[in-house]
């Protein structure tokens, strides 16, 4: 009897150190797919900071926050300077297409570039906000482009996108928190 | 002899980490706040750079933001908040104890009491195995035995 119950508890020690290797290769095996590149987003649930920024394609035209609020809508990241961007930006124009409201705002770059970009690959923005010293991106907690920012009519980020929008994550995931935006 | 010299060094290589900015300061309070906070402060876009060592433009970025705040007399407090409100925190070096940081900070802990305990009881077993063993008399039939091998193992 206390035998039984001897062996039963010499059992349970040996198992112990498996049972810890296990758990450290189910927690290791999780991080080897984690991309330690995309950050926690913690803007979600607040409203759009206050800013004044000019127009892209209207250089005296100058937007404020209002801008940013009334519809659900997406706030698009882009820069010239990033191929990522160039890759996303025949399917916003698409999306645009399908009625997707897209407010774009080219970050720390040329407005004469980035001009020449939208002649050539069409532009899918609604209105086009000019971050050039990239304090707005900034304020937004924007580490990179592209970035998108899903705004809903109120003016708060519901949720934030890092890197491309493409057919794959928006038909995914994105869509759906694109139409849950009120 | 002199061109060897040259070459080699020209192998030479030295690493530079500082990073050229000019910020002009009013007091020497807001100075070293501003050291210490862009020492703290991690870059977002790379992943073990802080503020004061990167270049990428977001850095360069955060520090004339970072200085703008400390002009202004914001607190250390202050501003270590709002960047934790834009980049998470991931822009800290020091984890804050939260749910999924607190093996890291309860992890060495628990592993040094528990092995301790381990250790212990490991001990105490043996010295018990070994009393035992040494409580127990020979009994007559092994002590024939043991004279035997002996005996064996000296011719």
């Known amino acids: 009897m206390t035998n039984d119950v001897k062996k039963k508890k010499q059992l349970m020690t040996r ?32 409203p759009v ?7 892209l394609v209207e250089p005296e035209l100058q937007h404020d926050k209002s801008v940013l609020s009334g519809k659900p809508m997406l706030l698009n990241v882009w820069a010239t300077w990033c191929p990522t961007c ?12 399908d009625g997707v409201y897209i407010v774009g705002m080219n970050y720390k770059d040329e407005r004469k ?20 010293d990239g304090m707005l991106g900034l304020d937004l907690g924007v580490y990179g482009a592209p970035e998108t920012f899903f705004i809903d009519s109120k003016g708060i980020i519901q949720y934030k996108h890092v890197g491309d929008i493409n057919p794959r994550n928006w038909n995914g995931e994105l869509k759906a928190v694109y139409e849950q935006l009120k | 002899m002199k061109k060897i010299f040259v070459l080699m060094t020209l192998m030479l290589s030295f690493s530079v980490a500082a990073v050229i900015d000019v910020y002009d300061f009013e007091t020497e309070e807001q100075e070293a706040l501003f050291r210490t906070l862009t020492a703290e402060l991690r870059c977002p876009k790379c992943q073990n750079n802080n503020l004061a060592d990167s270049n990428a433009s977001i850095a360069k970025d955060m520090r004339q933001k970072t200085y703008n705040m400390v002009v202004d007399g914001k607190e250390e407090d202050e501003i270590v908040t709002y960047w934790i409100d834009r980049f998470g925190n991931f822009v800290l070096y020091k984890p804050p104890v939260t749910l999924g940081t607190a093996i890291l900070w309860v992890g060495p802990g628990l592993f040094i009491l528990f092995g301790g305990l381990i250790i212990v009881r490991n001990s105490r077993r043996k010295v018990s195995v070994e009393t035992d063993d040494r409580d127990e008399e020979l009994s007559s039939a092994e002590k024939d035995r043991l004279a035997k091998i002996l005996k064996d193992s000296e011719k």
């Not at chain 1, 160039?86 to 297409?97: D, G, P, R, T, V």
């Open chain 1, 49 to 55: 900071p206050e800013f004044a920024l000019n127009d």
């Open chain 1, 113 to 132: 570039k980035a001009l020449k970009w939208l002649d050539e690959l069409d532009n899918p923005y609604k209105i086009s906000l000019y971050d050039p």
């Open chain 1, 86 to 97: 160039y890759s996303e930006h025949k399917y916003l124009n698409e999306l645009a297409e």
């Open chain 1, 15 to 46: 198992l112990i150190p498996l049972i810890v290797f296990l758990c450290v290769s189910i927690f290791l095996y999780i991080g080897l797919f984690r991309d330690a590149t995309v950050l926690e987003s913690t803007f979600i649930g607040r």
